[in-house]
């Protein structure tokens, strides 16, 4: 079975512009988590969804972040506009049962 | 407060002798789970072992054990005859709450150096 698949790997674009992150989590799995990690901040989590329904996004830093999950095999996680301070890796996880499962993450710099 | 503490910022290990990285853990629920993950340089999270609060055993995957030490609210991973492949940074995580959908909340980590 292939394992959470995120896409793209490293994305690097300048201050203002539009950013999207793709999650395509393990099929059959429940749960799908956005998580960010910075030096400074270490690994956090943005929001979950359960079920395609966004369940805690509390740890979304502003409004400029957005999160959707439009079917079970797929989420995106928009940035806009992005600055600098968002530059960090971006994680998708996935779970079924108690193990959250992590993609490769998403190197973003914002320049 | 933290909810998770990791105090050991690095570590060196020799290669086959066995290593011990500490975690703590601070919750007032009584169902919860214990994680460790590692982080190799190449970025990617790579999920280690698992500790349930009601397991009665201690987890062991491996080389990999974890240490539940439920009074002193501490999920020691040890890993035994280590490789120079360990060498990464390893993170311990706590999922609060009965919910196995239940966000994790991660440690600072511990990076390990196995020298050869």
């Known amino acids: 079975d292939a394992g959470v698949i995120q896409s793209p790997r490293h994305e690097v674009t300048e201050m203002g512009q539009e950013v999207t992150l793709r999650c395509k989590p393990i099929?059959?799995?429940?749960?799908l988590f956005w998580y960010r990690q910075t030096m400074m901040r270490g690994l956090e989590l943005l929001i979950y969804?359960?079920?395609?329904?966004?369940?805690?996004d509390s740890g979304m830093p502003e409004d400029r972040f957005s999160a959707k999950m439009p079917n079970a095999s797929f989420s995106t996680l928009k940035i806009q506009p992005s600055e600098p301070r968002d530059s960090a890796v971006y994680f998708c996880?996935?779970?079924?049962?108690?193990?959250?499962?992590f993609g490769p993450g998403t190197r973003l710099l914002v320049l | 407060a933290q909810k998770i503490t990791q105090t050991q910022p690095g570590m060196f290990v020799q290669e086959k002798e066995a290593v011990t990285l500490d975690c703590t853990y601070d919750?007032?629920?009584?169902?919860?789970?214990l994680f460790w993950y590692k982080q190799p340089s190449s970025g990617e999270m790579i999920f280690l072992i698992y500790q349930g609060s009601y397991d009665e055993q201690n987890a062991t995957e491996g080389r990999y054990s974890l240490n539940f030490q439920k009074a002193r609210k501490s999920a020691n991973l040890v890993i035994s005859a280590s490789q120079l492949g360990d060498s990464a940074m390893y993170f311990c995580?706590?999922?609060?709450?009965?919910?196995?959908?239940?966000?994790?909340?991660f440690g600072a980590g511990t990076i390990l150096r196995v020298k050869s």
């Open positions: 969804f359960n079920n395609n329904v966004p369940i805690d």
């Open positions: 919750t007032s629920d009584q169902s919860y789970g």
């Open positions: 995580a706590m999922r609060e709450g009965r919910e196995y959908g239940n966000k994790l909340v």
């Open positions: 099929s059959g799995h429940d749960y």
């Open positions: 996880a996935s779970s079924f049962w108690k193990t959250q499962y």
